[in-house]
């Protein structure tokens, strides 16, 4: 019989990270009014979560106009019919009593948090004044406004109208501090990002990704569900994920690519590999095998880098390539390393070499559900100028950008025109990228910065214009299509109508392009000599409407009315209806779903899953372009990659609990309730040398800045290495729970970045530590 | 008239909370880090880094176990405490006094002290809530990403809680008390 008696006063000392005592900081619990559910009339309304990037599907319980709780939906094949705490905790996000209620305008010294009430109007009009200056001095170059964007719903129409309609290259989201390397690689080695089918595989390493512990997703319920796989998770430190697996291999930071290395050579050597694969997908697969062979990458050699012992590598690379079904899981969020791009391109190969793709339990290319794009009517402005941020990057993404080159041009005054007015949505830039002191000084430069957002976050409190959008429950967006494997469209609708003065995205930017159109539109009249030759040419009106200056054409129907049409159009009136009632559709879903057991559902039956598709790709073992750029064509170690921490010193490295995956939910109550604050891990016998207790205030102290934290020893990570989690140590006195609540990673981590991407490396900083007394 | 049980598929377990949450704002228990109907216990790792013995079984699910036989039911001073038709431990809660006899003698830390309503509280099976409204799960159960959670009537041999006890085997959490208590852990 099994014996884990933990009793409940237990679990209040001595849980991990989740620790209760109180802390020094000023944030206390209030008690919350109860939101018990009753058994009074309900509607459940379909809806789409938003705490966190995955978008799982829910029913929202609306008892007397309160949203009293939030159910998982069955029908939706992406959240398998589960919502995580965060998205329990979606109820405490509307009824956050620090929530931006209503526009504000700027009164004190920027950063000083003072602000006054305004209506929407005066908000519009405050930014049309400002704008109107800035593009005049700017000589209407567009892109002398930057926006951003770090809420994965409606960031195409929100590129529609900073990009399209008013003209600016300047679009940056999250992507250069999140998964563009492993995004990149994984479309530069096989021509398509793929997904991972979990599910279907039997042998399953996962390096560089964290999926019980650091959000919830498919994949991580796949990999629950799935008996008769073997997971062997490569972590530096014992996470959840780590403790569930069958083997875990403890790493140190940032050397994965030279187990990958180590796996390629082995396979190579000893022909491991799915030959009549590699024969029929591969391009330059005999330079690949000269230049790992030549290198001598042998299991010692990668023992000596990763500190795993060789057997242990030999063994997995053996075990990996004799499975039947294997799957190197290509990870996601992100960049730990200088060299993320090429460890990132090193799995992709491996799952290459054994043929794990477009296959079951490989990473597939699937069917999408194709939705229409509605097309805009862009202007041309012609003195509108190009991004900068891109240049000196190898590839990058101009769907995302790099913030970090952004950043460091405009401070070093390297940038080809100033910019000087940023709108930025849901993107808490004061959180969210490397050395903070850095993106407050660019944001200093700015005369004009509008946030939209719902919460005052750090970054909120930088802007002169707050426009409060409303929360993912109070608004309609357009339909999305997921996934590849079992795809799905789904719909996120109304549970309730905007609180207080909040709006929706579009009929914010409706309001706003209203107030901007003609102002605007005359300001390139002024400066815009092809705008001037078709005013000559066809008068006015006709070069305002034709060129497509109206800046809120996109807003002329409502979401819901646009949806219906879309849909209804696309794939039938079912298909609406489906979405209005269920939140989900596909073909054949009323055939094809399912209850098996226990609440869970299937989607798809197994010979409609769409694992091998007709597809026509390569393999690229070499990448001309990268060596053009001198880097290396092929993934291969370098000196400076080596993993050595100075005498005294400590590697940081970061990561993020399902509670606060993003720091979006710092302030959230309910999570709060169970994460009070973060913790730094320090291996138990550093610790107890450096007299460090659990619940200790230490000083942690980087070249860049310092931070003041609680300290947990533990077993759980290597001497050399410490770890704290994302999301904590807010510096926005606005919100309660989460002001001055633990420390923020980003003041400590230093501002390096791979040049393939322009992505910004999260886990190379060294800090030092230091014990406060008190 | 039911036999309300529940089953763990303990092992599947990640840690997530989202059971916690669920119950939290279902029953709108009060927040504080040591007012909760459930919890999961953790068993740490043991050893040195390098040298790690992880459990991979180590997350189990803790509420109250709703006694055959309940300690707590006895140990009640005002008779406060009683069975429901559904086999249900529940409380008159106009006659909690908060002598805590419950909680001392309750031998699975199950209770705790809801401040506001100056009552004892405990895991109810989302009675008076969910299972009031003529829905069929808890809310622990159904958002669980892992499945762990088997709610069910143990009296109908047809339902899923029946079923998977008669296949696979199971272990209920200190039988020496003779409690009899009414949550499995499958093994
Ligand atoms: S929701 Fe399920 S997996 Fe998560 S902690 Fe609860 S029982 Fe475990
Ligand atoms: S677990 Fe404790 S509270 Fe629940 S019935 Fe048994 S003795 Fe009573
Ligand atoms: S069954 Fe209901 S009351 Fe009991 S722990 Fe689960 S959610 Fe809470």
Redesign the pocket.
């Given at each position: 019989m099994k014996k884990i008696e933990i009793s409940r006063r237990k679990f209040l000392q001595g849980s991990v990270a989740l620790c209760v005592y109180a802390t020094s900081s000023p944030a206390t619990i209030i008690p919350k009014k109860t939101t018990k559910t009753t058994i009074t009339e309900a509607t459940n309304i379909p809806y789409l979560c938003n705490m966190c990037r995955n978008k799982c599907a829910g029913f929202a319980r609306v008892e007397d106009g309160v949203v009293t709780k939030l159910n998982p939906n069955q029908y939706f094949p992406k959240s398998r019919n589960m919502l995580c705490p965060k998205g329990n905790a979606g109820i405490d996000a509307i009824y956050d009593k620090d929530r931006l209620k209503y526009p504000l305008i700027r009164i004190g010294k920027r950063g000083d948090g003072k602000y006054k009430r305004v209506t929407w109007d005066e908000a519009n009009e405050h930014i049309k004044d400002k704008l109107v200056k800035i593009f005049n001095e700017q000589k209407d170059n567009r892109s002398t406004l930057a926006y951003c964007n770090g809420e994965g719903f409606n960031k195409n129409e929100y590129i529609k109208f900073f990009g399209g309609k008013i003209g600016s290259a300047n679009f940056l989201d999250e992507g250069s501090i999140c998964l563009n390397t492993k995004l990149g690689a994984t479309i530069l080695t096989i021509g398509d990002i793929g997904e991972p089918d979990i599910a279907g595989s039997d042998f399953v390493i996962m390096a560089g990704a964290n999926r019980y512990e650091s959000l919830i997703t498919p994949d991580s319920i796949d990999m629950i569900k799935a008996d008769k796989q073997k997971l062997v998770v490569i972590e530096p430190r014992c996470t959840v994920t780590a403790i569930k697996a069958d083997e875990w291999l403890a790493i140190n930071p940032g050397t994965d690519l030279a187990l990958c290395l180590a796996m390629i050579y082995i396979t190579l050597k000893d022909e491991l590999y799915n030959k009549e694969y590699v024969k029929k997908q591969f391009d330059d697969f005999d330079k690949l095998k000269e230049h790992i062979l030549k290198n001598n990458y042998t299991s010692t050699w990668a023992e000596s880098k990763t500190n795993i012992p060789a057997k242990k590598i030999e063994k997995l690379t053996k075990d990996f390539f004799t499975a039947s079904r294997p799957l190197f899981y290509l990870g996601r969020r992100s960049v730990w390393a200088k060299n993320d791009f090429q460890f990132r391109r090193a799995m992709v190969l491996i799952n290459a070499l054994a043929g794990s793709i477009n296959t079951k339990g490989g990473i597939i290319f699937g069917k999408p559900l194709k939705l229409p794009n509605e097309e805009i009517n862009q202007p041309f402005y012609s003195n509108a100028q190009g991004r900068f941020d891109l240049d000196g990057i190898v590839y990058g993404s101009s769907k995302a950008g790099s913030w970090l080159n952004f950043r460091e041009k405009l401070l070093n005054g390297s940038a080809p025109y100033p910019v000087k007015a940023m709108f930025i949505r849901k993107h808490n830039l004061m959180q969210n990228m490397p050395n903070i002191k850095k993106t407050k000084k660019m944001l200093e430069m700015m005369d004009l910065i509008v946030v939209l957002d719902t919460m005052p976050s750090d970054t909120a409190m930088m802007a002169d214009v707050i426009l409060p959008e409303c929360t993912y429950l109070e608004r309609e967006d357009m339909v999305v299509s997921f996934n590849r494997l079992e795809p799905s469209l789904a719909l996120r609708n109304q549970v309730l109508k905007p609180l207080y003065e909040s709006k929706s995205m579009q009929d914010i930017l409706k309001g706003l392009g209203q107030k901007l159109t003609i102002p605007l539109f005359e300001l390139s009249m002024k400066h815009d000599e092809e705008l001037q030759e078709s005013i000559e040419e066809m008068g006015k009106l006709e070069a305002f409407e034709d060129g497509g200056y109206n800046l809120s054409e996109l807003y002329k129907q409502d979401i819901s009315t646009r949806n219906k049409i879309l849909i209804s159009k696309t794939f039938g009136e079912k298909a609406y209806t489906s979405l209005k009632e269920k939140g989900v559709w596909y073909p054949n879903m009323e055939k094809y779903h399912k209850e098996v057991f226990n609440n869970s559902y299937v989607y798809y039956p197994e010979d409609r899953k769409f694992y091998t598709v007709n597809k026509k790709y390569r393999v690229k073992c070499h990448i001309d372009k990268l060596n053009k750029h001198g880097y290396d064509a092929m993934p291969t170690w370098r000196d400076s990659y080596d993993f050595k921490v100075p005498d005294k010193s400590f590697r940081l490295i970061t990561g993020r609990y399902v509670m606060f995956t993003q720091s979006a939910t710092a302030n959230n109550i309910m999570l709060r309730d169970i994460m009070k604050t973060n913790h730094i891990w320090i291996n138990n016998t550093v610790a107890k040398n450096l007299n460090i207790i659990e619940g200790d205030r230490v000083e942690v102290k980087s070249n860049i800045g310092k931070v003041e934290i609680l300290a947990y020893p533990t077993n759980k990570i290597a001497p050399s290495v410490v770890f704290f989690s994302h999301g904590f140590g807010s510096n926005s006195d606005e919100l309660e729970q989460a002001f001055g609540n633990g420390a923020n990673d980003n003041q400590l981590i230093e501002d390096k970045m791979e040049n393939i991407y322009g992505c910004a490396v999260m886990n190379e900083t060294d800090v030092q530590i230091r014990k406060i007394r008190t | 008239m039911a036999k309300y049980g529940?089953a763990f598929d303990y092992k599947l377990c990640i840690n997530c909370h989202a059971?916690e949450v669920?119950?939290k704002e279902?029953?709108g228990i009060l927040l504080g880090a040591d007012k909760h109907?459930?919890w999961i216990g953790e068993s740490e790792p043991v050893g040195d880094f390098y040298n790690l013995a992880r459990d991979k079984g180590g997350f189990l699910q803790h509420?109250?176990q709703q006694c055959e036989n309940a300690p707590c039911l006895k140990a009640c001073p005002n008779d406060a405490i009683y069975r429901d038709e559904n086999g249900i431990i529940q409380l008159y809660e106009s006659k909690c006094d908060l002598s805590l006899n419950c909680m001392d003698a309750c031998p699975y830390d199950a209770r705790y002290v809801d401040e506001k309503k100056h009552i004892t509280d405990k895991?109810?099976?989302?009675s008076d809530t969910?299972l009031s409204r003529g829905e069929t799960t808890?809310?622990?159960?159904i958002t669980c990403p892992a499945k762990v959670r088997i709610?069910g009537d143990l009296d109908d041999e047809n339902s899923e809680i029946s079923k998977i006890l008669s296949q696979r085997e199971y272990f209920t959490l200190k039988p020496e008390k003779g409690t009899e208590p009414k949550l499995f852990y499958l093994v």
């Open positions: - | 529940m059971c669920a119950c279902e029953n109907r459930l509420q109250c895991c109810i099976f989302c969910r808890t809310a622990c159960q709610f």
